[in-house]
C-alpha cells in the first residue's frame, strides 16, 4: 500500500577505522527509501537536492522503484553534505561537517498524488517541516511514523512536542526517551511519552536492541550480534525503512504486525552497517533478506 | 541433580537513592545460593564466615534446603564486609568499604560428600581458590560453571586463565569480555575465549540482557524492562543461581536447555534487583516465578 517518505537525501562523507569514503549518497530518505523498497513497491519520497545532485543516484532510486517526482531539485543550489568520522568501537562519532546548503530553505511540497499515501514515514528532519508535510495529507494518513532526534530536542522542542502529539508512532534512542521524559527508567519515559500523542514507542538500543511499547505491553528486538561493524551510518535510517516498509506491505498496523516489522527493521538495519553507506542496502536480494531473518528466529528462539 | 556453589558469604551495606541498610545478608554464594534454592534442592556451598554472623542468616540458607556444612566459621574472625553506594541510574556504584576479614585466608574445604556433586558454580572469588575447589571433585563434574570479574584481570591474570582453562561454561559482562578477549566485537571476544577452554560463554549484559555463545551459535535473552530498580546488589549472582539451579534440576546441559537456564536466570535476577540484598530472592514462591518466565515469553514472542 502506498508509503510517503519524508527525509533528507544527501551527500556523506565517512570515515571509519576501516577506511574513508568520497562523497556517497546518504541522508534518511534514502536509507528509509531504499530499506522499504525491498519489501513494498508503491513508494514516494519527498526531499530537496541541489544541482550537483547526480543522475546517477537518483536512477539508484528508481531502479528500486521509488517514486522521485516530490524530490525537488534546485538547480542552482547544493545538496545537503554530512562528513563524520567514527571512533575506534563504533557507538561514537564526530561531526566535522555540516552544509545544510538547499535543506536551509526546505519547504515542503506532496505531489498531489502523494497526499493521500496510506502510511506516512517522517524521517529525522526540522520538526517544523515534519508538520508542514502531516499538513498536506488528506485525508490523515491511516499510520504516521516519525523519527526524531536529541538535537532537536536541545533546539526546538516545543515545535518537537507538537509535531509528536500529531504522530502514531514515534521512534528514538534509549538516551533520547529519558532526555525527553525526564525518567531514566525506560518503562516510566515510555509511560510518559505514551500521554504526549503516539500510541506506540519504538525505543532503539543500537546493538542492544529496540523495545516496543503499547498501552501496558512491551517487545524486546534484539540486534544481530555481528563480526564487525562497518559502517553504522544510516542504520536507525534503514531499521524505520524495514518498519514502515513492512507495515506498508501488510497494512496491518495490529501491535502483533508491528513486532514483525521491527523484526524486518532490525533486519535491514543488520545489512546497512556491513559496508560504506547504502552499498550493502542497494545490492540485497530476497533470498538475504529471508535467510536473515530466520537468523533472527533463532537468535531468541526458546521454550520454556 | 547435586550442587556445589563456591562464593562468598557474607555482609552488605548498601546505599541507594531509595534508602540505605544496615548489615544485611550477601556474598555471591549466598545469592547463587538462594536463587538455585528455588529450582532444585540437593545444593551445598562452601564458604567461609566469622563467629559476628548470626545463626538467623545460616538458618535462611538452611530453610531454603541448602546444606551449610562446607561454611567453615572462623569463631574469633569477622565475616566479609562490602559496603557501597549506588549512583543515581543504579547502572555505577562506588564501592565505600572492602574487609576482606576471613576470605583474606580464605583455604577452601569440600566436604567429602560434596565432592562428587554433579555440578560446580564457581562464584567470583579469587581464582587460585576457585582452582583449590576444582581440584579437589573427584569424579570431574559434569559442568563447571564459573563467574569473574575485571578486579582478577587486572590483578591476577595468570591464575584467571588457568582457572578458566578448567571450565566449561563462563560467565562475564560485556566490557569484561572485550577485556579478556582484546576485541571491542562481541562476537569476536566469545571467538577467542571459546579458544581458551570453556564450551560456553555467557555475556552478561545488564540491562540488556544477555548473549551465550556456544559453537557458531548465538542466543540473545532480553532483560525484563522494570519501571524501577531498587538496588542492583546480587542480580549477577541471581543469575548465575537461577542458571546453575535450572541446569540441576534438569539435568541436562544440551545447547537448547541451556537457553532456558539462562532464561530462569534472567527471570531470577530480575526479582532480586526489586527490593534490598536478598529480601525478594527469599521470599519467592513458585508461583511468582512462573509468571515471571511467562513475562519473559510474551516479551521476546513473535512469528515471521
Excluded at 515545535?159 to 534509549?174: A, E, G, K, P, Y
Aim: with cysteine; glycine share 8%.
Amino acid at each position: 500500500m502506498s508509503l510517503l517518505v519524508i527525509g533528507t537525501v544527501a551527500f556523506d562523507e565517512i570515515e571509519t577505522p576501516r577506511g574513508k569514503t568520497g562523497k556517497i549518497l546518504g541522508g534518511a530518505g534514502t536509507y528509509i527509501g531504499l530499506a522499504a523498497s525491498h519489501l513494498t513497491d508503491d513508494i514516494k519520497i519527498v526531499s530537496v537536492v541541489g544541482g550537483d545532485f547526480p543522475e546517477e543516484h537518483m536512477s539508484l532510486l528508481k531502479k528500486h522503484n521509488i517514486r522521485t517526482d516530490g524530490i525537488k531539485v534546485i538547480p542552482d543550489g547544493k545538496t545537503f553534505f554530512w562528513a563524520g568520522r567514527y571512533h575506534e568501537n563504533m557507538n561514537m562519532r564526530d561531526t566535522l561537517v555540516t552544509d545544510l546548503n538547499v535543506l536551509a530553505d526546505f519547504d515542503p511540497v506532496v505531489p498531489g498524488h502523494a497526499c493521500s499515501s496510506k502510511y506516512l514515514m517522517l524521517g529525522n528532519l526540522t520538526p517544523a517541516i515534519q508538520k508542514r508535510v502531516i499538513e498536506q495529507m488528506e485525508p490523515r494518513p491511516e499510520l504516521i511514523v516519525m523519527d526524531t532526534m536529541n538535537f532537536w530536542m536541545d533546539t526546538a522542542l516545543n515545535d518537537l512536542v507538537d509535531v509528536i502529539s500529531m504522530v502514531d508512532v514515534l521512534t528514538i534512542n534509549d538516551e533520547e526517551a529519558r532526555q525527553l521524559s525526564g525518567e531514566y527508567s525506560l518503562n516510566k519515559a515510555a509511560k510518559k511519552i505514551l500521554t504526549m500523542g503516539p500510541r506506540y514507542l519504538i525505543v532503539k538500543k543500537g546493538e542492544h536492541g529496540a523495545l516496543l511499547f503499547h498501552e501496558d505491553k512491551i517487545f524486546h528486538a534484539p540486534a544481530m550480534p555481528l563480526e564487525d561493524v562497518f559502517d553504522p551510518t544510516g542504520a536507525g535510517d534503514t531499521f524505520a525503512g524495514g518498519f514502515i516498509g513492512y507495515i506498508a506491505k501488510t497494512g496491518d498496523i495490529s501491535f502483533e504486525n508491528m513486532k514483525r516489522a521491527i523484526i524486518y527493521g532490525s533486519a535491514m538495519a543488520s545489512f546497512t552497517v556491513e559496508k560504506f553507506g547504502t552499498e550493502r542496502l542497494a545490492e540485497l536480494s530476497q533470498e538475504d533478506i529471508q535467510k536473515r531473518l530466520q537468523e533472527f528466529v533463532s537468535l531468541v528462539a526458546f521454550e520454556i
